[in-house]
T-cell receptor, first 108, second 113 residues
Framework: QKEVEQNSGPLSVPEGAIASLNCTYSDRVSQSFFWYRQYSGKSPELIMS????GDKEDGRFTAQLNKASQYVSLLIRDSQPSDSATYLCAVNTDKLIFGTGTRLQVFP | DADVTQTPRNRITKTGKRIMLECSQT?????MYWYRQDPGLGLRLIYY???????NKGEISDGYSVSRQAQAKFSLSLESAIPNQTALYFCATRGTGASETQYFGPGTRLLVL
């Protein structure tokens, strides 16, 4: 079992819709969780971090964490074509472990 | 100026050649990392260093070596490059707290012929 799992996609949503990206992890002692966005050929950039169970909102982004289910998700409201990218989930143990990423496509 | 820089940004080399990828950071972080990225495989950790005297293997260290010359510098070497080391390589830095953000360099695109 991979330490951090994501559906590779692509996830296609229309402009203005909510995009829902999911991630599961295997290490129960993980304490911090991150979502990175990566455009093709570019380096990953942090968009959200979450440490406690529940929801954390930042603008159009909401991260959700459920430690009992070992599940973290990212919701993008009012999706825009510029949100089209690969979204990487990362989980911290003594180092960051990344999932393989979910490719999101937002079509006009 | 960028906080994490990588040189070169692109490199083409031949099988069997030794090459070095360099990374420098101005964030004052102790922790530095080298990843490679291949299509469909995500970011895989090659080596990481928690301070100048600490070097650790990641999940795919075979065929690679590293040197932490200073807090700000972390180099990755391919002793004898092979075609399946063709990939996009990223350096990253991070502070020591569990909640610290990890910052990535712009990447080095390596092609081994």
């Amino acid at each position: 079992q991979k330490e951090v799992e994501q559906n590779s996609g692509p996830l296609s949503v229309p402009e203005g819709a909510i995009a829902s990206l999911n991630c599961t992890y295997s290490d129960r002692v993980s304490q911090s969780f991150f979502w990175y966005r990566q455009y093709s050929g570019k380096s990953p950039e942090l968009i959200m971090s979450i440490y406690s169970n529940g929801d954390k909102e930042d603008g159009r982004f909401t991260a959700q964490l459920n430690k009992a289910s070992q599940y973290v998700s990212l919701l993008i409201r009012d999706s825009q074509p510029s949100d089209s990218a690969t979204y990487l989930c990362a989980v911290n143990t003594d180092k960051l472990i990344f999932g393989t990423g979910t490719r999101l496509q937002v079509f006009p | 100026d960028a906080d994490v820089t990588q040189t070169p940004r692109n490199r083409i080399t031949k099988t069997g050649k030794r090459i070095m990828l360099e990374c420098s950071q101005t964030k004052g972080h102790d922790r530095m990392y080298w990843y490679r990225q291949d299509p469909g495989l995500g970011l895989r950790l090659i080596y990481y260093s928690f301070d100048v005297k600490d070097i650790n293997k990641g999940e795919i260290s075979d065929g690679y070596s590293v040197s932490r010359q200073a807090q700000a510098k972390f180099s990755l070497s391919l002793e004898s490059a092979i075609p399946n080391q063709t990939a996009l390589y990223f350096c990253a830095t991070r502070g020591t707290g569990a909640s610290e953000t990890q910052y990535f360099g712009p990447g080095t695109r390596l092609l081994v012929l």
